[in-house]
């Protein structure tokens, strides 16, 4: 394992395709398992929250038919590892964001899909989604043991 | 992916990753079984090392299905990673959780 300093950043493109998803998944995970600053626990944790990002995005694209590709910055400081996933969607207004029925009210069977962003939110630290008719921006942030601890 | 009968129940073994990719696979497979006659499955999820919303999201569409036909749904869920993903949907309050096929089928 190589210590580099901190902030370490780095931004990758992907084409809005479905099977990049698991690309993303293996680079994330890279960049946690790089930095031993990182919680092994957590890991898994910060692969499925930005999997569900960059799923939401590139569906994003493909709904008002872009081709070009979906974005994402990382960024590894003693605070925790930073992704912002961001798409060219037509946007998203987060009070449109559905509220799932109680698991026991058979209501709930009706909700296949929308799960995503309350996996997010509940896989991460931080969470912020920033929405307009240019695009989404999600910004997720999984805390270091140090940030933790403090 | 494969499907095989046990006790009364047909039993779909899963494998790999449940995500955009691969969970649709998994549905046209449970339609598939339903389409049959089958009504009673067991998702054996035991070789499956990733689960997301859209797996998740096929799972709650073959409970709802099933039911509609007084069917039955199990699920053979041992790695701990997918059993946290149910877990957070909240979905360990209406699927028992099985840690074997076994214990799926005896229903405990």
Redesign the interface.
């Given at each position: 394992m190589t210590e580099r300093p901190l902030p370490m950043t780095f931004s990758v493109e992907i084409p809005a395709r479905a099977d990049y998803v698991s690309f993303v998944r293996v680079v994330v995970a890279a960049a946690a398992l790089d930095w031993s600053g990182f919680p092994a626990d957590r890991v898994e944790d910060l692969k499925l929250a930005v999997s569900e990002a960059t799923t939401n995005a590139i569906n994003a694209h493909h709904r008002v038919g872009r081709t070009d590709g979906i974005h994402l910055r990382c960024t590894a400081s003693a605070d925790g590892i930073e992704v912002t996933v961001s798409d060219r969607g037509s946007g998203f207004h987060p009070a449109d964001r559905q509220t799932l029925p109680d698991p026991e009210d058979p209501a709930r069977l009706m909700h296949e899909s929308g799960l995503g962003l309350d996996l997010i939110e509940a896989l991460t630290d931080e969470f912020e989604l920033t929405s307009d008719r240019e695009g989404t921006d999600v910004r997720m942030v999984v805390y270091s043991d140090q940030r933790r601890r403090s | 992916m494969h499907s095989h009968q046990a006790a009364d129940f047909s039993v779909l073994t899963v494998a790999g990753?449940l995500?955009?990719?691969g969970a649709p696979e998994l549905r046209q497979q449970v339609l598939g079984r339903i389409a049959q006659g089958d009504h009673r499955l067991v998702l054996d999820l035991s070789g499956v090392d990733?689960i997301?919303?859209?797996g998740?999201?096929?799972v709650?569409?073959a409970?709802?299905r099933v039911?509609l036909l007084d069917g039955e749904l199990r699920l053979v869920v041992p790695e701990r990673?997918v059993r946290?993903?149910f877990e957070?949907?909240?979905?360990d309050?209406?699927f028992k959780l099985h840690e074997t096929l076994e214990q799926a089928l005896e229903g405990r």
């Open positions: - | 990753e995500d955009v990719v990733y997301d919303s859209f998740v999201g096929v709650i569409g409970l709802k039911r990673q946290r993903v957070l949907c909240d979905l309050r209406i």
